[in-house]
């Protein structure tokens, strides 16, 4: 339900957001640490974070909200055993933020609608999880602060989602 409100609030312009230098280097360790009991449950590995020295203009709490739906996502999405890594990195004039697994991937002819409102993939033979939300209220979170989302997703398997925002003027 909170997802819902927040795509509509983005929809209207009414979404609160407050940017200020994020360094993430204290961000994603935090997230990390969050998503542990269920990566645990899930038999998934989460990598150390790596993000020494970056630092985004971000919304904290949005950019929270952000990485706990991708991280959950390649929980949720990825081989059991195998790793999710977050990695920040500069990229050009911002910081790129990327989520990686080893799950499935995301097949060519989804790409474009992933981060549609209710858009959900099916992968295997089982019926899509969750309510096709997170991504399309992440992806709006990024751009309504001022940068971008994407994935990347190789035919061998895996997926990368990851945000770019900018960095803070000096």
């Given amino acids: 339900l909170d997802d819902l409100l927040d795509v509509a609030r983005i929809e209207v312009r009414t979404l609160s957001m407050s940017p200020e230098p994020v360094r993430l280097d204290e961000l994603l360790p935090a997230i990390v640490a969050l998503l542990e009991p269920s990566a645990a449950e899930a038999g998934i590995v989460l990598s150390p ?8 203009l971000a919304d904290p709490v949005r950019l929270r909200q952000i990485l706990l739906n991708l991280g959950s996502n390649g929980i949720k999405y990825g081989k059991r055993g195998g790793p999710v890594s977050f990695v920040a990195a500069p990229r050009g004039d911002g910081i790129r933020i990327a989520v990686t697994d080893t799950g499935l991937g995301v097949p060519p002819e989804h790409r474009d609608r992933v981060f549609e409102p209710f ?9 899509p999880r969750g309510a096709g939300l997170g991504l399309a209220v992440s992806h709006r979170l990024a751009e309504a602060m001022g940068g971008r989302m994407g994935l990347e997703s190789p035919p ?4 990368v989602f990851w945000v770019e925002l900018p960095r803070p003027h000096p």
């Fill in 49 to 56: 974070p790596v993000g020494a020295g970056c630092i985004a």
């Fill in 156 to 159: 061998e398997g895996g997926s």
């Fill in 119 to 127: 858009y959900r993939v099916r992968q295997g033979t089982g019926a």
